[in-house]
């Protein structure tokens, strides 16, 4: 069965500081990759995903994400963080075989940002 | 609407209810699915359908839970006697794919059930 960890609960950084959140997956075959980022009473928005190929991947609002097979690591990286990033951060893994084709996700990690 | 929606946005019922939440996916997307997040925690599966059918009901917690998605389109979960530890945002999301790629979800601002 699939998994993800995400080791931090809670991270503070300070507005302008670079960030990277943790993520390790457990699955059988390549994976596909998921970061969501959850405001406060609001849905799951994708900020990036990870199928195949270049394993340095892009998302939106300047965050980017590295797949490390070695590491069965997804971790999601942004070099300067802005105080509109505090959130709570998912990230997903879900099956590249035939079957169910849900996701699992972490418990999330809460982002707070010092001003 | 161009995203996914739900309502009620917010439910609260009496222990022993009947609730039905309803999911409105993005036009025209194949799969849809059924989270259920608690409190602190990650969504978790509960079910999952491409177009009516319903090919995935293996997270739904108990035989109180129910999910339809008649023409394809609208779905609706239904929790009959609902009990305290239903209490849960529901989410819902949809995927324009059905198969491998129906990975890519979109997800709706989700339904806030507080049963009393």
């Known amino acids: 069965a699939q998994s993800v960890t995400q080791p931090d609960i809670h991270i503070t950084v300070s507005e302008g500081a670079s960030l990277e959140l943790r993520c390790n997956y457990s699955?059988?075959?390549?994976?596909?990759l998921f970061w969501y980022v959850q405001s406060p009473g609001q849905g799951l928005q994708l900020l990036l995903k990870?199928?195949?190929?270049?394993?340095l991947v892009q998302g939106i609002k300047g965050f980017e994400a590295e797949f490390k097979r070695s590491q069965s690591s997804f971790n999601l990286r942004k070099p300067s963080v802005h105080w509109s990033d505090a959130a709570e951060y998912f990230c997903?893994?879900?099956?590249?075989?035939?079957?169910?084709?849900?996701?699992?996700f972490g418990k999330g990690t809460k982002l707070s940002v010092i001003p | 609407g161009a995203g996914v929606s739900q309502s009620p946005r917010y439910k609260v019922a009496k222990r022993g209810q009947d609730v039905a939440l309803r999911c409105d996916p993005i036009?025209?997307?194949?799969?849809l699915f059924w989270y259920q997040q608690a409190l602190g925690q990650g969504p978790e599966f509960l079910t999952y359908?491409?177009?009516?059918?319903?090919?995935?009901k293996s997270g739904l917690p108990s035989d109180r839970f129910f999910a339809e998605r008649p023409e394809g389109s609208v779905s609706t979960l239904k929790i009959q006697r609902t009990q305290q530890e239903d209490s849960a945002v529901y989410l819902c999301?949809?995927?324009?794919?059905?198969?491998?790629?129906?990975?890519?979800?979109?997800f709706g601002p989700g339904t806030r059930l507080t049963v009393l």
């Open positions: 036009s025209g997307h194949v799969s």
């Open positions: 999301a949809s995927s324009p794919r059905g198969g491998a790629q129906a990975n890519e979800q979109f």
């Open positions: 359908f491409q177009n009516e059918a319903q090919l995935d």
């Open positions: 699955y059988g075959a390549t994976p596909y």
């Open positions: 997903a893994v879900g099956s590249s075989g035939a079957g169910s084709y849900q996701l699992t």
């Open positions: 990870y199928f195949s190929g270049d394993t």
